[in-house]
T-cell receptor, first 115, second 110 residues
Framework: AQSVTQLDSQVPVFEEAPVELRCNYSSSVSVYLFWYVQYPNQGLQLLLKYLSGSTLVKGINGFEAEFNKSQTSFHLRKPSVHISDTAEYFCAVSVNTGTASKLTFGTGTRLQVTL | DTAVSQTPKYLVTQMGNDKSIKCEQNLGHDTMYWYKQDSKKFLKIMFSYNNKELIINETVPNRFSPKSPDKAHLNLHINSLELGDSAVYFC?????????FGPGTRLLVL
């Protein structure tokens, strides 16, 4: 079975400052990794994903993440945040099961951007 | 054009009632899912259908029954609603490994 740990439940940051949201996973097989963002009272939007290839993945809204197999991590970063980045961020893993991908989510990190 | 849509967006009902939530995707995906997000925002998969066939069925009470009339639709029927069923229910569809989520249905059981 897979598991995902997001150690920081909340991350406060000033606007235009850099931010890193941490994600570690556990799995006995190869995984696919995802970050989703949930704005207040909205659904989940895919930010970025790692399926294979380059370990540095760029996503929407200026976010990027780096897959580190030895550290079993997939931390999300942005060099300069904006007020509009305030949201809940979820890291998730899945494994290849053939016809379906079963996503296992972390508990989420609340990014609070202030002026 | 909404890729994954759900109706209703909000659902308030009494304990013991039966209710349904509908989901439709226009992405041409073969696989659809239901997830539950609890009050602490934790997300957990409930079911998955591939081309109308049930392929993932997590430990979910029998009161929850998914139905897929075709591969673009996956509905969730809940019998005898309980207070603990209050949550946000998300539908998703996938092409290979990547899942795309609907806007969610906020269910409140009184």
């Amino acid at each position: 079975a897979q598991s995902v740990t997001q150690l920081d439940s909340q991350v406060p940051v000033f606007e235009e400052a850099p931010v890193e949201l941490r994600c570690n996973y556990s799995s006995s097989v190869s995984v696919y990794l995802f970050w989703y963002v949930q704005y207040p009272n909205q659904g989940l939007q895919l930010l970025l994903k790692y399926l294979s290839g380059s370990t540095l993945v760029k996503g929407i809204n200026g976010f990027e993440a780096e897959f580190n197999k030895s550290q079993t991590s997939f931390h999300l970063r942005k060099p300069s945040v904006h007020i509009s980045d305030t949201a809940e961020y979820f890291c998730a893993v899945s494994v290849n099961t053939g016809t379906a991908s079963k996503l296992t989510f972390g508990t989420g990190t609340r990014l609070q951007v202030t002026l | 054009d909404t890729a994954v849509s759900q109706t209703p967006k909000y659902l308030v009902t009494q304990m013991g009632n039966d209710k349904s939530i509908k989901c439709e995707q226009n992405l041409g995906h073969d696989t659809m899912y239901w997830y539950k997000q609890d009050s602490k925002k934790f997300l957990k998969i409930m079911f998955s259908y591939n081309n109308k066939e049930l392929i993932i069925n997590e430990t979910v009470p029998n009161r929850f029954s998914p139905k897929s009339p075709d591969k673009a639709h996956l509905n969730l029927h809940i019998n005898s609603l309980e207070l603990g069923d209050s949550a946000v229910y998300f539908c998703a569809s996938s092409l290979k490994q990547t899942q795309y989520f609907g806007p969610g249905t906020r269910l409140l059981v009184l």
